[in-house]
């Protein structure tokens, strides 16, 4: 799906291109915000482990590229603005710790000892395809979806270990106020929420086996943006 949405993007980009005002807009942001997610892992056995709601601060740098539609003599369709950012950094979550107790299983060799087990995980990505619908000339709103690269090291058995790369997905809204001046520079000011879908994967190798899962995220940023529209 994101895919077909850039390549719309670069469809209206190009088409723009033979105009006097090209429309497009591209920029840089900072924001900063709080995250609240919650997780668990499960033994085969049905034993479970949960961690409580965490919130996290973090704060993150990114740029942005926009096309406007006014081209389109489409009335509330000539208001709306297509985007695409992404962050320039990856962002440490930081480690979680588990100290796993020990358990006998059916053989001696099913022996699990106690371990303390970790995982840290920092986000390499963080893609937001996005649509913005100007209300007034300074106000508007916008909407889009996103999709969170996460890596991940996992620190703990030796017989068994979890995925490194993950992929996931969500969405965010927000509304913003905008300042232009005659030469095209722009300041803004945005409030966003964000939702982001959790996942559930599962160790391999040899050792007992877990899955381990994190909820849904949520949380919300204020975000100030610099730019310039050609």
Same mark, same amino acid.
Do not use: C
């Given at each position: 799906?994101?895919?077909?949405?850039?390549?719309?993007? #670069?469809?209206?980009?190009?088409?723009?291109?033979?105009?006097?005002? $090209?429309?497009?807009?591209?920029?840089?942001?900072?924001?900063?915000?709080?995250?609240?997610?919650?997780?668990?892992?499960?033994?085969?056995?049905?034993?479970?482990?949960?961690?409580?709601?965490?919130?996290?601060?973090?704060?993150?740098?990114?740029?942005?590229?926009?096309?406007?539609?006014?081209?389109?003599?489409?009335?509330?369709?000539?208001? $709306?603005?297509?985007?695409?950012?992404?962050?320039?950094?990856?962002?440490?979550?930081?480690?979680?710790?588990?100290?796993?107790? #020990?358990?006998?299983?059916?053989?001696?060799?099913?022996?699990?000892?106690? *371990?303390?087990?970790?995982?840290?995980?920092?986000?390499?990505?963080?893609?937001?395809?996005? #649509?913005?619908?100007?209300?007034?000339?300074?106000?508007?709103?916008?909407?889009?979806?996103?999709?969170?690269?996460?890596?991940?090291?996992?620190?703990?058995?030796?017989?068994?270990?979890? #995925?490194?790369?993950?992929?996931?997905?969500?969405?965010?809204?927000?509304?913003?106020?905008?300042?232009? *001046?005659?030469?095209?520079?722009?300041?803004?000011?945005?409030?966003?929420?964000?939702?982001?879908?959790?996942?559930?994967?599962?160790?391999?190798?040899?050792?007992?086996?877990?899955?381990?899962?994190?909820?849904?995220?949520?949380?919300?940023?204020?975000?100030?943006?610099?730019?310039?529209?050609?």
């Amino acid at each position: 799906m994101k895919k077909i949405t850039i390549a719309i993007l #670069a469809t209206l980009f190009s088409y723009s291109i033979a105009s006097a005002e $090209l429309g497009i807009s591209i920029g840089v942001s900072g924001q900063v915000g709080t995250m609240e997610a919650s997780g668990k892992e499960v033994s085969s056995d049905g034993t479970t482990e949960t961690s409580p709601v965490r919130e996290t601060l973090f704060g993150t740098a990114g740029f942005f590229i926009e096309k406007d539609l006014k081209f389109l003599p489409i009335p509330i369709v000539n208001r $709306l603005s297509v985007g695409f950012s992404n962050i320039s950094h990856d962002l440490d979550m930081g480690t979680a710790d588990n100290i796993r107790a #020990a358990s006998l299983g059916t053989m001696a060799i099913n022996d699990v000892k106690a *371990t303390d087990h970790s995982v840290n995980a920092k986000i390499t990505g963080f893609e937001t395809v996005y #649509a913005t619908l100007n209300i007034t000339d300074w106000l508007y709103v916008k909407a889009g979806s996103l999709t969170v690269d996460v890596e991940s090291n996992y620190r703990g058995s030796a017989t068994s270990t979890y #995925a490194t790369q993950h992929a996931l997905d969500g969405s965010m809204k927000g509304i913003g106020i905008s300042k232009t *001046t005659d030469n095209g520079l722009f300041m803004r000011l945005e409030y966003n929420d964000y939702d982001i879908d959790g996942k559930s994967v599962a160790n391999t190798g040899a050792g007992s086996k877990f899955t381990a899962t994190l909820n849904d995220v949520s949380g919300s940023t204020g975000r100030i943006s610099i730019g310039k529209k050609f």
